[in-house]
């Protein structure tokens, strides 16, 4: 089930785009401003709204940690705002002065990406507030600037959404079964602009006629997007020698499916592989491709002790791989454990569990929206 809960109607124009931080929801309108709002109860931030573009703002995205606050806008520039006082910390100008339309921050925050309507593409500095680099594309007007090679928390790992601005409304998919689970029909206008919650089941959805609404999924859809025949072919046992060859390509070591197939490993041989049996039965030579073999097989394992536990695997710490009970944000922007995180920063040098790069800041952000997720969960799964 999927209702309602709340709207917000601030905005003099269109709605173009939404993004939400761990708790905080900022929105952007061609009206010039950025509005930001707490997700404790959607009131606004005393230093809302956000001013500072000349013309529409098109895109707005938060850094890792949330303490950073990303606009662009036609106006040809890109402003870096403090989200803590709203403070305007950058203003960087697109070298060719073209309308941006997009930007994205990188996994550790350290660089910012900038689209422009002309195709230039521009890798921004966000501590020296600097130019990197920039070149030319095919025209950016509505794209998606990704980052790779991270996994995900968000709830679009089960969710997804489909804006069909024609009639009006929002479709959400179930990801692995491509079945419809909800369509969403409240807004009066073409709607322009959709984004997920991490680590909390809300979809905030913007539209042409100026209003942003929350909407809040229940763990029943949740558990309902995780099919029970996927999740049983998750669980790696059952998996034949196709299936280990193909999950071999996902992980970039289609290199292996070969050797892999002539010792006739299947999902059960799989999850018992050793550092010893890929030296000395498989003849993997390379200290390096083992160990990344081994690491991609320890994923696996964690993830099918999540699944066979039932517990959603955002709720779980990436450290400990158990139940969250105090979580909290790191500036990486993964929710953790407290006490595993505190302990990992402390021998770990201040290294990111998730992304192996230098955390930015050792401070640490009570997840309080997560809190509440984990215990209505548990309200219900331990009558």
Not at 40 to 58: I, M, N, R
Not at 97 to 116: E, I
């Amino acid at each position: 089930m999927v209702k309602l809960i709340h709207t917000l109607a601030d905005h003099g124009d269109d709605v173009n785009c939404c993004a939400f931080s761990f708790s905080l929801l900022a929105t952007c309108s061609l009206d010039k401003t950025i509005r930001l709002y707490s997700l404790h109860d959607f009131t606004e931030l005393p230093h809302s709204p956000l001013k500072f573009h000349t013309y529409a703002v098109h895109c707005c995205c938060f850094s890792p940690s949330g303490h950073i606050l990303a606009s662009c806008s036609t106006d040809g520039t890109t402003v870096l705002w403090n989200t803590e006082n709203g403070q305007m910390l950058a203003v960087m100008e697109q070298p060719s002065g073209s309308p941006v339309r997009v930007c994205q921050f990188s996994p550790d925050s350290r660089c910012l990406t900038s689209g422009a309507a002309d195709g230039t593409v521009v890798l921004w500095n966000t501590q020296s507030y600097k130019l990197y680099r920039w070149r030319t594309r095919s025209s950016v007007f509505s794209i998606g600037i990704m980052w790779s090679g991270l996994p995900s928390q968000n709830l679009d790992c089960f969710f997804y959404p489909y804006l069909r601005s024609v009639d009006k409304s929002v479709i959400v998919y179930d990801t692995n079964t491509e079945n419809i689970l909800h369509t969403l029909t409240q807004h009066t206008r073409y709607v322009t602009t959709c984004a997920f919650a991490p680590n909390t089941l809300l979809l905030a959805t913007g539209s042409m006629d100026k209003t942003v609404n929350i909407w809040q999924f229940d763990l029943e859809t949740l558990c309902q997007a995780r099919s029970t025949e996927d999740q049983l072919k998750q669980f790696t046992d059952d998996w034949s020698e196709e299936d280990v060859s193909t999950w071999l390509c996902a992980q970039d070591l289609k290199d292996l499916v070969g050797i892999f197939k002539m010792n006739n490993i299947d999902g059960k041989e799989l999850l018992n592989l050793t550092k010893e049996s890929l030296a000395d039965d498989l003849k993997i030579e390379s200290l390096g491709l083992r160990s990344k073999v081994l690491r991609k097989i320890e994923e696996l394992r964690t993830k099918v002790k999540s699944l066979s536990s039932g517990i959603p695997d955002e709720f779980v710490c990436p450290i400990t791989r158990e139940l969250m009970k105090d979580p909290v944000i790191a500036s990486d922007g993964y929710s953790y454990e407290k006490e595993a995180i505190e302990n990992w920063i402390s021998k770990k040098k201040r290294t990111s569990p998730m992304t192996n790069l230098v955390l930015p800041s050792a401070v640490l952000t009570p997840n309080r929206t997560l809190k509440m997720a984990i215990n209505r969960w548990l309200e219900t799964h331990q009558k």
